[in-house]
């Protein structure tokens, strides 16, 4: 079975400064996709970022980026620049292949406050 | 390309009542899956429609059904409310390349009073 955990619940950072969230996965899959999400009061979750297990560089959208260390089954999601509108609940997931998203895990999710 | 929509946005019903919520997925994507997020319980995986056919189902209790037109349109269906059923109902598309892409409208708030 595939765990995703964030041992963060909570985290804060300056507006403008660097934040990272942690997120950590156990599988026997080799192949899979990874995700970041967020979920701001708004409710919608949107997809932020999307890793696929095969590709050794890491994604990169914007002030988004991820650190994949896949032996080390950590996926953890860095935001630059931080703005007032990345204030959200943000969620890793993780996803089997060809899973669709009935077969997307989700960690508990860490609640990002961007502090002006 | 528009995106998920789910309506109504919120709801409030009474316990015994039942409830139907509507997901109309990306066009071209042909799964929706359901979710249930509660504070307590996170995000958890209630049913997947695919051709109009239940292809994979979570562990919830049969008051809870849906069903998917041959629009890719799905509805999911609560019978006899319960206080427990107040979450929020998360809908989410999936499609594209090696069905990798998961994509989620903005969720129905349903309050069982």
């Known amino acids: 079975a595939q765990t995703v955990t964030q041992s963060q619940p909570e985290m804060s950072v300056q507006e403008a400064e660097t934040v990272t969230l942690s997120c950590t996965y156990d599988?026997?899959?080799?192949?899979?996709?990874l995700f970041w999400y967020k979920q701001p009061p708004s409710r919608q979750m949107i997809l932020v970022i999307r890793?696929?297990?095969?590709?050794?560089q890491n994604a990169t959208e914007n002030r988004f980026s991820v650190n994949f260390q896949k032996a080390a089954k950590s996926f953890s999601l860095k935001i630059s620049d931080s703005q007032l509108g990345d204030t959200a609940m943000y969620f890793c997931?993780?996803?089997?292949?060809?899973?669709?998203?009935?077969?997307?895990?989700f960690g508990t999710g860490t609640r990002l406050t961007v502090i002006p | 390309k528009a995106g998920v929509t789910q309506t109504p946005r919120y709801l409030i019903k009474t316990r015994g009542q039942q409830v139907t919520l509507s997901c109309s997925p990306i066009?071209?994507?042909?799964?929706v899956s359901w979710y249930q997020q509660t504070p307590g319980q996170g995000l958890q995986f209630l049913f997947e429609?695919?051709?109009?056919?239940?292809?994979n189902k979570g562990n919830f209790p049969g008051r809870f059904s849906g069903r998917q037109f041959s629009n890719s349109r799905s509805e999911m269906n609560v019978s006899t409310l319960e206080l427990g059923d107040s979450a929020l109902y998360l809908c989410?598309?999936?499609?594209?390349?090696?069905?990798?892409?998961?994509?989620f409208g903005q969720g129905t708030r349903l309050t069982v009073v």
């Open positions: 429609y695919f051709s109009e056919t239940q292809r």
């Open positions: 890793q696929e297990a095969y590709k050794q």
């Open positions: 066009s071209g994507h042909r799964s």
């Open positions: 997931a993780f996803m089997k292949p060809f899973g669709g998203a009935n077969n997307l895990f």
């Open positions: 599988t026997s899959e080799n192949n899979y996709y």
């Open positions: 989410a598309s999936s499609g594209g390349v090696r069905n990798t892409e998961a994509f």
